[in-house]
């Protein structure tokens, strides 16, 4: 059975941490995993990662992808009250979306 | 620009009463469409999907059901509401055949659901 599971569940750290969000994955006939950040509301995507050892980057948040050990890490440098959420892994298998639970981030001022 | 909608934004239904969810999508054309459901603090997880008109695939055995009338519409229903059905449905499309089944998926805003 298809499989995302993220770590840490939850996390609080103070602004100006660096944290490190963890996605591991059984999927058949994986395509894609996707990062996406969740407020209130609906999710925003953040990346899409689909080869190895390649980061991609975005302001203080960069992700890589290990297709190899299966698994993707989110980070987020300094890190500020605006970035607490929910934040959830998705990986894709054809026409797919397998989420992982989320890790829910609090930063505290 | 593609966008996407749903509604309503939030719901109050008593036990055993009917459902309907609409979501809509504009600007793309032949979207595969997805319902999901999240419970306050978990994950999402796919209720049904659709890749065409009339075409469903359902994930999870409920008493819930999904209808795609037209090509950028998707439709989630139930005859009879359970107070396990409360939750926040989540509607989301992502690129069509030509775009690749594996691309990145947008959400609409989300109808929060309570059943009493």
């Known amino acids: 059975e298809d499989k995302v599971v993220q770590s840490p569940l939850s996390l609080v750290v103070h602004e100006g941490d660096t944290v490190t969000l963890n996605c591991s994955y059984e999927?058949?006939?994986?395509?894609?995993l996707l990062w996406y950040k969740q407020e209130k509301k609906a999710p925003t995507f953040l990346f899409m990662l689909?080869?190895?050892?390649i980061e991609k980057k975005s302001g203080r948040l960069s992700s890589i992808l290990d297709k190899k050990e299966l698994f993707s890490i989110l980070n987020i440098t300094a890190t500020q009250t605006g970035d607490s959420a929910i934040y959830l892994c998705?990986?894709?298998?054809?026409?797919?979306?397998?989420f992982g639970t989320g890790t829910r981030l609090k930063v505290l001022a | 620009s593609q966008t996407i909608h749903q509604w309503p934004a939030t719901l109050v239904q008593p036990v055993g009463s009917p459902l309907s969810l609409e979501c809509t999508v504009e600007?793309?054309?032949?979207?595969?469409l997805y319902w999901y459901r999240q419970a306050a603090g978990r994950g999402l997880q796919l209720l049904f999907y659709?890749?065409?008109?009339?075409?469903i695939s359902s994930e999870v055995p409920q008493n819930l059901s999904a209808s795609r009338p037209q090509d950028r519409q998707f439709i989630l229903s139930s005859k009879k509401l359970l107070l396990s059905d409360s939750g926040f449905y989540l509607c989301?499309?992502?690129?069509?055949?030509?775009?690749?089944?594996?691309?990145?998926?947008?959400f609409g805003p989300g109808t929060r659901l309570t059943v009493l």
């Open positions: 989301a499309w992502s690129g069509g055949l030509a775009g690749g089944p594996y691309n990145e998926q947008f």
């Open positions: 999927v058949t006939n994986f395509r894609s």
């Open positions: 689909t080869s190895s050892g």
């Open positions: 998705a990986v894709v298998g054809p026409y797919k979306y397998i």
């Open positions: 600007g793309t054309s032949n979207p595969n």
């Open positions: 659709s890749v065409g008109i009339g075409q």
